[in-house]
């Protein structure tokens, strides 16, 4: 099994997006692959986040029939979660780009940028749908085994 890190600030929205529709059509397709993710904001508490999951997240998901694994309370990024992943996709270059190369400069070139706004930079439909598209995307590569092996540095 191979594991991508999904990163945003807070592990709330984006981020849980990402990686629960990830396992659901990795799954969907008998790929070796689980995704997980984390927020690179070394204190998450700080946003006081109402539940586990974004609102706008779990309305989402549950329209497309992603029902899998939205439970748990979101995490700050760990050294270790790195290591443990191949793949590293953070959701916005301009809002993360700095966060890793101030919390995580080993991994800095590691980590691959989609341009998903957070709110309210970008509307929740608009960025909800982005990130499905980029999911698909990145599916549909990784079936027709069209993206090249990255491991993370040593």
């Not at 599916?139 to 040593?154: F, K, N, S, V």
Request: glycine share 6%; hydrophobic share 40%.
């Amino acid at each position: 099994m191979k594991n991508l890190l999904f990163l945003c600030t807070g592990n709330y929205y984006r981020s849980r997006f990402c990686e629960e529709y990830f396992n659901h059509q990795a799954h969907r397709h008998n790929l070796a692959w689980r995704a997980d993710s984390r927020g690179l904001a070394p204190d998450i508490t700080v946003f006081r986040n109402p539940g586990p999951l974004s609102p706008h997240t779990r309305q989402a998901l549950h329209a497309l029939g992603v029902t899998r694994g939205t439970g748990r309370d979101p995490l700050s990024a760990r050294a270790a979660d790195f290591v443990q992943a191949e793949r590293h996709i953070a959701l916005s270059r301009a809002e993360h780009q700095p966060m890793v190369e101030q919390f995580f400069p080993a991994y800095a070139s590691a980590v691959e940028y989609w341009e998903i706004g957070d709110l309210p930079l970008e509307a929740p439909p608009a960025a909800l749908e982005k990130m499905a598209q980029a999911v698909r995307r990145l599916i549909d590569a990784l079936h027709r085994g069209d993206l090249p092996e990255r491991t993370p540095p040593q």
